[in-house]
Nanobody
Framework: QVQLVESGGGSVQPGGSLRLSCAAS????????MHWYRQAPGKQRELVAR???????YYTDSVKGRFTIARDNAKKTVALQMNSLKPEDTAVYYC???????????????WGQGTQVTVSS
């Protein structure tokens, strides 16, 4: 059984910073792409950042230059450093990872439970 557990959300004033972390645990054969998504009230879930197994990264335009995604393969974690936060960054942030479980052959999508980020003065 594979689980993703997120931590690090909270409330911050505009211009502040937060760091989200996500740890994968369970019977894992390999972890491929890892992502951070977010969903604001009344909006669709959107991809914020992606990091592949070779550390290639992607960021949605609205967070470029402010957010940084990084992974630690040994610890099976992915982090999202968020700087210069804006009110429009307010959302529930979800960790997602494409993982082959132990004994498996195919990549499955796994999701964390979500963590709230609120940016407000």
């Amino acid at each position: 059984q594979v689980q993703l557990v997120e931590s690090g959300g909270g409330s911050v004033q505009p211009g502040g910073s937060l760091r989200l972390s996500c740890a994968a645990s369970g019977s894992i054969r390999s972890i491929h792409e890892m992502h951070w998504y977010r969903q604001a009230p009344g909006k669709q879930r959107e991809l914020v950042a992606r990091i592949s197994g070779d550390w290639t990264t992607y960021y949605t335009d609205s967070v470029k230059g402010r957010f940084t995604i990084a992974r630690d393969n040994a610890k099976k974690t992915v982090a999202l450093q968020m700087n210069s936060l804006k009110p429009e960054d307010t959302a529930v942030y979800y960790c997602n990872a494409r993982i082959i479980p132990t004994g498996g052959f195919y990549v499955n999508d796994y999701w964390g439970q979500g963590t709230q980020v609120t940016v407000s003065s």
